[in-house]
């Protein structure tokens, strides 16, 4: 079975801080990898796709093939950041299939 | 476009009970899914459909059942609910295979 891993379930923050979110894949040719995130009281939605390679509210995530990974990366954590974030793969046909997820509280 | 309306919002279901929760889309997608989210266990598919007529299950299916009469609803039922079913389900919906899925704003249902 196609495997997400993301170990951290809370990560704390402090406002202006660098953030990284942890995502480790198992490995099957070529995944397509996403990042989802959900805000406080609304619905999940994409955040942003490895291939397309594009920044979106400062977010950035590399996909690393040697190390299984796809790393959701923001140089200075904002408020508006706090919600949760789920990493998710796919290939071809396959389901989607998503970690976890991960609790990111920025602190003011 | 309205995009993929889930209802109800809310639900509490006695132990045994029966219910359906509607999941529609207006997208004109083929694939809709339908996914728990239980803390620590991130989301779970429960059952998916690639299209009109064709459904098939997911990784937690047992006690759900599902049909796909037409490209627009995907509708879940629970036949006889459990107190293990109390979660919040999200269904979503997406144009081919299953990227960019695009989501419901969920059910919150708890069983007592």
């Known amino acids: 079975a196609q495997r997400v891993t993301q170990p951290e379930k809370l990560l704390s923050v402090f406002k202006g801080a660098p953030v990284e979110l942890k995502c480790n894949y198992s490995y099957s040719g070529s995944p397509e990898l996403f990042w989802y995130v959900q805000y406080s009281r609304q619905r999940l939605q994409l955040l942003l796709r490895?291939?397309s390679r594009e920044s979106i509210k400062g977010f950035t995530a590399d996909l690393n093939k040697g190390e299984t990974s796809f790393h959701l990366k923001k140089p200075f954590a904002q408020e508006e950041d706090s919600a949760m974030y789920y990493c998710a793969r796919t290939r071809g046909n396959e389901k989607l299939t998503f970690g976890t997820g991960t609790r990111l509280t920025i602190i003011p | 476009n309205a995009g993929v309306t889930q209802t109800p919002k809310f639900q509490v279901l006695k132990t045994g009970q029966s219910m359906t929760l509607q999941c529609a889309q207006d997208?004109?997608?083929?694939?809709m899914s339908w996914y728990r989210q239980d803390p620590g266990m991130g989301l779970r598919l429960i059952h998916y459909?690639?299209?009109?007529?064709?459904?098939d299950q997911g990784e937690v299916p047992n006690g759900y059942n599902v049909s796909r009469s037409t490209t627009e609803d995907f509708p879940l039922r629970l036949l006889s609910a459990a107190p293990s079913q109390t979660s919040v389900y999200f269904c979503?919906?997406?144009?081919?295979?299953?990227?960019?899925?695009?989501f419901g704003q969920g059910t919150r249902l708890t069983v007592v």
């Open positions: 979503a919906s997406s144009y081919s295979s299953f990227i960019e899925a695009f």
């Open positions: 997208m004109n997608h083929e694939y």
């Open positions: 490895h291939i």
């Open positions: 459909s690639v299209g009109a007529g064709i459904t």
